[in-house]
Nanobody
Framework: QVQLVESGGGLVQVGESLRLSCAAS????????MSWYRQAPGKQREWVAT???????NHADSVKGRFTVSGDSAKNTVSLQMNSLKSEDTGVYYC??????????????WGQGTQVTVSS
């Protein structure tokens, strides 16, 4: 099994910054991607950003130019630098790791989530 532990959430004002981190441990053998998702109250979970083991990144249009995903493949960690935060960025942020198991199936793992609240 893979365990993901997020940290760095909190309460900030509009326009401020936060940095989220996620550390993977356990049976981490062949990471495919690590990503961040978020879920606002009353809404479905939505994808925020992804980084591959090759360092390729992609961000949702809603955060492009404000958020930056980065990772350290040697340490199995992923971070999300969030700048110019808006009230609509409020939600629980989840770390996700996808990796192939021994049979080649893609397995998805989730962290417990960390709350980000942006107050105006």
């Amino acid at each position: 099994q893979v365990q993901l532990v997020e940290s760095g959430g909190g309460l900030v004002q509009v326009g401020e910054s936060l940095r989220l981190s996620c550390a993977a441990s356990g049976s981490v053998v062949s990471i495919n991607t690590m990503s961040w998702y978020r879920q606002a109250p009353g809404k479905q979970r939505e994808w925020v950003a992804t980084i591959t083991t090759e360092g390729l990144t992609n961000h949702a249009d809603s955060v492009k130019g404000r958020f930056t995903v980065s990772g350290d493949s040697a340490k199995n960690t992923v971070s999300l630098q969030m700048n110019s935060l808006k009230s609509e960025d409020t939600g629980v942020y989840y770390c996700n790791l996808n990796q192939r198991d021994s049979l080649g199936y893609l397995r998805r793992y989730w962290g417990q989530g960390t709350q980000v609240t942006v107050s105006s």
